[in-house]
């Protein structure tokens, strides 16, 4: 069983930054890509920003230049740091991992969602 962590949500005016944390554990083999989604109302989940399988980034164009994804290796730890919140970035946010089992199977998990509500 593989268990994401996520922390980091909250309210929030325009303008301003939030920190989310995701911390996976259990049984996790290479990973292979991890990341952060969003969903906002009526929308569906899409990608802001992940690590690839070659370790590089990459980031929906609507934050770029205003979030950053990093990772912590050894604790299995990425974080989505937030600036320049819009109340467009509103939406719930997903932590994201897939990897591949040794007996070759994909196997992606989710996290339980954190919200982020930016005000006007």
């Known amino acids: 069983q593989v268990q994401l962590e996520e922390s980091g949500g909250g309210l929030v005016q325009a303008g301003g930054s939030l920190r989310l944390s995701c911390a996976a554990s259990?049984?996790?083999?290479?990973?292979?890509?991890m990341g952060w989604y969003r969903q906002g109302p009526g929308n569906q989940r899409e990608l802001v920003a992940t690590f690839t399988s070659s370790g590089s980034t990459n980031y929906a164009d609507s934050v770029k230049g205003r979030f950053t994804i990093s990772r912590d290796n050894g604790k299995n730890t990425i974080y989505l740091q937030m600036n320049s919140l819009k109340p467009e970035d509103a939406a719930v946010y997903y932590c994201?991992?897939?990897?591949?089992?040794?007996?070759?199977?994909?196997?992606?998990?989710w996290g339980q969602g954190t919200q982020v509500t930016v005000s006007i």
């Open positions: 259990g049984s996790i083999f290479s990973i292979n890509t």
């Open positions: 994201n991992l897939a990897f591949l089992t040794p007996w070759g199977q994909r196997a992606v998990y």
